[in-house]
């Protein structure tokens, strides 16, 4: 076996190579260029010309440097990056060279320990970067928003009071056709019921004559040039706005479009109020490897909802588990929550987790850890959610519980 150690950056990357004896046998670095990354194959097979005796260690697991890596058929082994942060204390120095060479010594002592990584298929690799994209423009959406009420705040208020959503066409219509609230009072009903209807607005010839009245209510007035100098921002942000929420209507109907291409999406769309946001998520951080996770455990560990043990002395404790994959944490969180306001036993669980003393965050992750279980069987055996099977399984296991 030849270790090899890659740190990666945006314009190059090092590389350390070790033999089986742990010895060094080689060194260089390679820019971040088709050309450098052929010179990065050639290197490497010079070592061997079986790639499957060489083991790449890297702080990665996803980007054009994996992909290169996995295309060549080039065995691949991420590792978490707080596992060489470790070692660096240890090492006493920080450069490229120095990580590139801990890595390899990572793999050199812990190969068995880590876990080799395997291209999805290609329907679950664009699900995942369509849905993490997704969530990305969510949170651009969600920032634009923040920002947005800010501003309206300075000189607008009362447009806080005719719409509880901001991110609704409906309401950005509305600002882009009064951008102040002198030119909203100017503006008739009709006008008004216009504008609202433009944007789909429930009922709103009725809903016109409320938003008259109020703007012609007393209102705090700001100086004319904050007036001008606010509404031209908002204006910026409500174009953005629009742009924004176009584009997550775009990407929620190509996630559901691919998601119900896949052969396992009746299993995951079978999970109760999983729908269309969650399931495809669940889905795409799963994957469809089933030879990937060793069992449930595994799958919990990585996805982060199985708490890490500390003990010294007398003293032992259970804590949050930070070195996972976060989206796919955050997603069966999420879901466990969802789960609560349909599944009378996870409501039960949910509420006995607080009774206990443990935070709403604390309880989810113990009512995820148990949705991971569940989720593996289903996934490994190709069947749909069934409350009634899940509810027999539990009635056969207490007793055991009981008189161990």
């Not at 006493?92 to 291209?119: C, M, Q, S, V, W």
């Not at 976060?326 to 036993?345: G, H, M």
């Amino acid at each position: 076996m030849w270790y090899v150690g890659l740190d990666w950056a945006d314009t190059h990357h090092d590389v350390d190579v070790l033999d089986e004896a742990g010895k060094h046998v080689g060194a260089r670095r390679f820019s971040h260029s088709q050309e450098g990354l052929h010179d990065l194959k050639q290197f490497l097979l010079s070592f061997t010309s079986q790639p499957e005796e060489l083991a790449c260690i890297l702080e990665t697991n996803h980007g054009l440097l994996i992909a290169f890596l996995l295309s060549a058929g080039l065995p691949v082994y991420p590792v978490n990056p707080k596992t060489i942060n470790g070692l660096r204390k240890v090492a006493g120095g920080k450069t490229d060279r120095i990580d590139a060479r801990l890595l390899a010594k990572a793999g050199y002592f812990n190969l068995a320990e880590l876990h080799r990584l395997e291209p999805d298929s290609p329907t679950v690799q664009e699900l995942k970067m369509l849905t993490r994209d997704q969530d990305a423009l969510v949170q651009m959406q969600t920032r634009l928003v923040n920002q947005l009420t800010a501003c309206l705040k300075e000189y607008y208020l009362v447009a806080l009071k005719l719409f509880s959503k901001l991110q609704q066409p409906s309401t950005l219509r509305f600002l882009q056709a009064y951008p102040t609230p002198q030119a909203a009072q100017r503006a008739s009903v009709e006008e008004i019921t216009a504008t609202l209807r433009l944007g789909t607005f429930p009922n709103p010839a009725q809903a016109a004559a409320s938003m008259v009245e109020e703007l012609h209510h007393p209102q705090l007035v700001a100086s004319e040039v904050t007036v001008r100098a606010k509404s031209r921002l908002m204006l910026s942000l409500v174009k953005q706005l629009l742009v924004v929420i176009e584009d997550l209507a775009s990407y929620e109907k190509a996630i559901q479009t691919l998601f119900l291409t896949h052969k396992d999406h009746a299993i995951w769309s079978s999970l109760p109020r999983a729908g269309k946001r969650l399931a495809p998520r669940l889905l795409a951080e799963w994957g469809d490897d089933r030879t990937r996770y060793a069992d449930a455990n595994s799958v919990q560990e990585l996805a982060g909802t199985a708490p890490v043990p500390y003990q010294s002395g007398n003293y032992a404790k259970a804590h949050k588990r930070f070195a996972c994959v976060k989206p796919w944490r955050n997603d069966l969180y999420q879901f466990a929550w969802q789960s609560t306001l349909s599944e009378p036993w996870a409501a039960s669980y949910y509420q006995r987790k607080l009774a206990e003393g443990k935070t709403h965050s604390m309880a989810l992750r113990a009512l995820a850890n148990i949705w991971v279980r569940i989720m593996y069987r289903m996934w490994m055996s190709e069947t749909c959610y069934q409350a009634e099977t899940f509810e027999a399984a539990k009635l056969a296991h207490a007793p055991r519980q009981r008189a161990a």
